[in-house]
């Protein structure tokens, strides 16, 4: 847990740390990262810093914090003296504590507990006789010795246990600690175990992901109306609302969950489903709901007071820390059946300095609630793995022979049907209600459009795979019916219109000329775009087929554990280069964006030319993170992290 030589401050401790010991320090308090410290000595100022020990120190239960309390009093103790080595132990990894064997307090924790930590004073300049002490308490009311001794030892008046202090009249430590019977602090009442009972199942996290899968499929065909400045409307999304065949507040809730995610987002005048929407709805279930729940624990706007109003607005839409608040509220759920007034009961014992994490701790249940995490007050299995388990979460299998195909062509459906299912479902029906389990009814105009591009017979195969009953007869007939009709056929096709000197390339890639620099390509849009700026064509995008940008989103402070492990590696091997650099390529805004968001995908290490303050600096680096146009890595050649414009980079280069 410490070095073999004492440390003499902060900074030495955190020098002497492993990269593993510092990784736990920065997963702990993830606000040091923000912006990430140029060295070790940074970090150390910031771990230091006031705001961000009082930050700290909101996740520490009551346990953790009476311990704090006792080295706020002491000063410095070994962790034995304590008697709590695991709680020592992990106030040292967080940085509140320094030192070891002996361990001391950083000042600002010690600041935070007031001039008279544990409710005691300072010590005496003579040690009192413990038989006079006690002889001298049972002369004085009993809920004034209470007060003086457990709670405050500032007295206004004299009496046999205070001393004179300027103009306070203080009980000593040593006279207090005489009474308290050498305890520091008062024995601890946690809260009433609540009744146990067997985890709820499962099978309501599928309602989120078969909720987004819908909307998507519907965004796929109509976009809905937006207005980057104010929003979705609330009106339009009440029409889509009855069209769809769903409560509002359901429509609501996926809009945001599927926007968090950046599955929808802005194109124009309209929100339609961004790049990452296809590769979700091709994702298994697991993976979904994944995508899912991992940015709505980020997002600092809760889940069920988002108005459809503020979609586009999100960045003043968020309330400061909320995703703070509600990974602590998971952290410390309790296990068993649990009332609100209990719930925020406990978030209180457990994190006592978070009044509003128990403020918030009953909208945070009615989350869990639409998510399918808790049901009826009772816990499933999932919510237990929340926050730091998700990856452990695992999905019931989606149902097979799910579907009741019924005679007046309605079809009854889970929630949790397979994609493909899902997809031809939804190609050859209408939905007509939404609940545990859905509604459908076979449209024939649907039907026929749907055979426009489906064999008919895998149609009636794929149905009569899926359904528990046969399929009737009547179903039968109106496929072969709608197989009959002519379709008009219609390509999906990107139009390119290239200049003379791009065409020979466009050519190369094997898009078809249709016309004198006019090409097509049946390729998706953005698949399209981004072969062409591979081959080097500077693209603009129409608007008529794009899609959605996804949003900017008011998040918590979390940052790509690999980055973190970059950094967390230079700040232990604090190397530094002395190369001279190749020559280097001129960039553009468009270009330097996708170069240095590749380094950081890849972890490659580049040359980078940039000016700052007027003049020209050329830096190895390997870079963390691109966020906001800014570019952070550690730069070799200076030894420290920078943090770089992009519109100030001027020229990049591979390194060696």
């Known amino acids: 847990m410490a070095s073999a030589r004492a440390p003499r401050s902060l900074a030495d401790d955190l020098r002497a740390r492993s990269a593993g010991q510092l990784r736990r320090l920065l997963s702990s308090r993830p606000d040091l990262l923000h912006p990430w410290p140029a060295d070790v000595s940074e970090l150390a100022r910031r771990a230091a810093d006031d705001a961000s020990v009082l930050e700290a120190m909101q996740s520490l239960t009551t346990a953790d914090l009476r311990v704090l309390e006792v080295f706020a009093c002491v000063h410095e103790a070994t962790a034995e003296q304590v008697g709590e080595p695991e709680i020592v132990e992990e106030l040292w990894s967080r940085g509140l504590l320094w030192g070891g064997p002996t361990f001391r307090i950083v000042r600002a924790a010690q600041q935070a507990f007031g001039p008279y930590p544990c409710g005691l004073g300072p010590a005496g300049h003579t040690q009192p006789d413990p038989e006079a002490v006690r002889q001298a308490a049972l002369d004085m009311d009993p809920d004034r010795l209470r007060y003086l001794i457990w709670e405050s030892p500032v007295s206004t008046a004299a009496n046999p246990l205070t001393i004179t202090r300027g103009e306070q009249h203080i009980v000593p430590r040593e006279v207090a600690l005489i009474l308290r019977e050498g305890r520091y602090l008062p024995p601890d009442t946690p809260p009433e175990p609540l009744p146990q009972v067997d985890p709820a199942p499962a099978e309501g996290m599928w309602a989120p992901l078969a909720g987004v899968r819908y909307l998507l499929s519907e965004l796929a065909k ?30 609501v809730c996926w809009l945001e969950l599927a926007a968090v995610a950046g599955l929808v987002g802005g194109a124009d005048s309209e929100v339609r489903p961004t790049s990452a929407a296809r590769a979700w709805l091709a994702a298994a279930p697991a993976q979904m709901w994944r995508l899912l729940i991992e940015p709505w624990l980020d997002s600092d706007r809760p889940l069920l007071r988002c108005r459809p109003d503020e979609l586009g607005a999100v960045t003043t839409a968020g309330q400061a820390r909320t995703a703070l608040h509600r990974r602590n509220v998971l952290q410390a759920w309790p296990a068993g059946r649990i009332t609100t007034e209990a719930l925020r009961a406990h978030i209180t014992w457990q994190r006592p300095r978070m009044a509003d994490a128990a403020a918030q701790s009953p909208e945070f249940a009615a989350e869990l609630e639409r998510l399918g995490l808790l049901v009826g007050a009772v816990p499933t299995q999932a919510l237990g793995l929340l926050p730091d388990g998700i990856d452990q979460v695992r999905l019931p299998e989606a149902a097979q022979q799910a579907l009741i195909v019924q005679p007046d062509l309605t079809v009854i459906a889970p929630l949790n049907l397979d994609s493909a299912t899902w997809a031809l479902l939804h190609d050859i029906s209408r939905l007509e209600s939404w609940g545990p389990v859905t509604m459908h009814r076979i449209d024939p105009a649907l039907l026929r459009s749907a055979i426009g591009t489906r064999d008919p017979q895998q149609v009636l195969a794929d149905l009569a795979a899926a359904s528990r009953t046969p399929l009737p007869q009547s179903l039968e007939y109106l496929v072969r019916d709608a197989a009959r009709v002519q379709p008009v056929r219609i390509w999906a ?13 466009l050519r190369d890639l094997g898009l078809q000329e249709i016309a004198d620099g006019t090409f097509a390509s049946e390729e998706p849009l953005d698949v399209l775009r981004e072969r062409l700026q591979a081959a080097g064509v500077s693209v603009e995008t129409s608007n008529a087929a794009q899609p959605g940008t996804p949003l900017e989103y008011p998040r918590s402070t979390s940052h790509d554990p690999a980055a973190v492990d970059r950094l967390v590696a230079r700040l232990v091997g604090d190397e530094q280069v002395t190369e001279e650099p190749p020559p280097l390529h001129p960039v553009d805004p468009v270009t330097v964006a996708a170069r240095c968001q590749q380094a950081v995908a890849q972890a490659q290490a580049l040359w980078v030319e940039f000016h700052d303050g007027g003049a020209t600096l050329t830096h190895l680096v390997e870079p963390f993170e691109l966020r906001a146009g800014m570019l952070s890595g550690w730069s070799l050649s200076a030894g420290r992290t920078i943090t770089v414009a992009l519109s100030r980079i001027a020229a990049l280069g591979d390194a060696a």
């Open 222 to 251: 109509v976009p809905a109306p937006w207005n980057p400045a104010r929003g979705v409307g609330r009106r339009a999304l009440t029409e889509r609302a009855v069209t769809m065949g769903v409560p509002y507040d359901d429509l």
């Open 493 to 505: 096709a990107s139009l390119v219109r290239a200049t003379a000197d791009d065409a020979p390339t």
